[in-house]
């Protein structure tokens, strides 16, 4: 098996993106929920 190491190295700044992308999304949505849980809770 044989990996083509320079098709492998352009396509690392596209999966930075699509990693950093989605570690956005998910933070954005803890926050969104510990928002919530702070100004819900009316206990």
């Known amino acids: ?3 083509n190491v320079e098709a492998f ?3 690392l700044p596209i999966m930075g ?3 950093a992308g989605i570690f956005i ?3 954005t949505i803890v926050v969104c929920m ?3 849980r702070k100004f819900g809770n009316n206990k």
């Open 1 to 3: 098996m044989h990996i």
């Open 9 to 11: 190295l352009s396509t």
């Open 17 to 19: 993106k699509g990693m």
């Open 25 to 27: 999304v998910t933070a």
């Open 34 to 36: 510990l928002v919530l």
